[in-house]
């Protein structure tokens, strides 16, 4: 018979292998579940995408927000509702522009002039492409919703809308309509191929009523051109249909487990419909299921600042986010781990955070495209975490804030958008492959 000394030796001999493998197990799974995207690559070998300041190019620049809105046109909206709106948010974005005292001022004389200056900026706050066709939608506060040709720079559509305070907008993924919302707490639907009336106006298809905060993301859900998510102020999102108008489903509200402030941005996955996130001001994402209005799938943490800005990757498995806390995150949406953090280092001459405002991925999925406050767009390695081109110091670039950008269908061209009113065309003239 073994001794006991012989039986504690084999006994702390099976230990030690027991604990080896747990440990080979552990790595084994952290590989598996790319917990640290960046590590991992490097380790692989991978090396860094290349790029020179002749790789992505400023072909155009789209200028034509510059329009005034005078008291006139501000009386379509009614103030009273307006404002009540803004009460209604449970923390109202400075990003919008809106200096409450100078409101609150002019609505207490009964005069609109002080608002002349500020409509004046024409600051642009949103764009889309289109799916198929190289067209692209702006909208701005100059109250004008434009459409445009990306290849020849001209104006199709000039669409005045009854809302100066536009925050959002979307092509239908027929390309034949369109959909803008935002500080009247409604969505509205153009159809481009509507007559224009006696004004020359084109006349709204359909309005889309019931969020009680401004409506600050819209998406069409994507090979369905009637059903449409919104997301709002008011700590919801919502599924419409837009035949009918009539709203489908409300995620969040009352349910436990929705957003507790306001919803910023929203992003459907084309891998799966079905799935869409929503970012708030809460610095949270939250997993949708549409056919499961009830509950959150999943919530994600991370953040210290408010989500301006979310976008499923390519694969439908993950989707990255933009913050005020000046960081992108890559999620992944199954398991809930965070796999990377995309944080840029602070100018000592900035005063002030540099938020990230908007975020779009390569159809790849190899880059990260990133606007900030300061009027930098930042094209992130995803896998390593590195910048690989700044737009902020190119030629031609942005005179102020990025407040919106995205790609082409086809991934060979970047649009971004701005508060110095104008759009540019960003055109890659390599690495198709990585793009």
Known sequence: ??????????????????????????????????????????????????????????????????????????????????????????????????????????????????????????????????????????????????????????????????????????????????????????????????????????????ILTGHKGYVSSCQYVPDQETRLITSSGDQTCALWDVTTGQRISIFGGEFPSGHTADVLSVSINSSNSNMFVSGSCDATVRLWDIRIASRAVRTYHGHEGDINSVKFFPDGQRFGTGSDDGTCRLFDMRTGHQLQVYSREQDRNDTELSTVTSIAFSISGRLLFAGYSNGDCYVWDTLLAEVVLNLGNLQNSHDGRISCLGLSSDGSALCTGSWDKNLKIWAFSGHRKIV
Not at 74 to 88: D, E, N
Not at 132 to 144: C, F, L, M, T
Not at 158 to 175: D, E, Q, R, S, Y
Request: aromatic share 8%.
């Open 1 to 206: 018979m073994a001794s006991v000394a012989e039986l504690k030796e084999k006994h702390a001999a099976a230990t030690a292998s027991v604990n080896s493998l747990r440990e080979r197990l552990r790595q084994k799974r952290e590989r598996l579940l790319d917990t640290d995207v960046a590590r991992y690559s490097k380790t692989q070998g991978r090396a860094a995408v290349s790029f020179n300041s002749t790789d992505l190019v400023c072909c155009r620049t789209l200028q034509g927000h510059s329009g005034k809105v005078g008291a006139d046109e501000l009386t379509l909206i009614s103030l009273p509702q307006f404002w009540r709106s803004i009460l209604r948010t449970s923390c109202f974005k400075p990003d919008i522009g809106i200096d409450i005292p100078l409101l609150l001022q002019a609505l207490v004389i009964g005069r609109l002039s002080p608002w002349e200056g500020f409509l004046s900026k024409s600051y642009v706050y949103s764009l889309d492409w289109t799916p198929e066709k190289n067209w692209i939608v702006s909208a701005s506060q100059d109250g004008r919703l434009i459409v445009w040709n990306a290849l020849t720079s001209q104006k199709t559509h000039a669409i005045k809308l009854h809302c100066p305070w536009v925050m959002t907008c979307a092509f239908a993924p027929n390309g034949q309509s369109v959909a803008c919302g935002g500080l009247d707490s409604a969505c509205s639907i153009f159809n481009l191929n509507s007559q224009p009336d006696r004004d020359g106006n084109m006349p709204v298809s359909r």
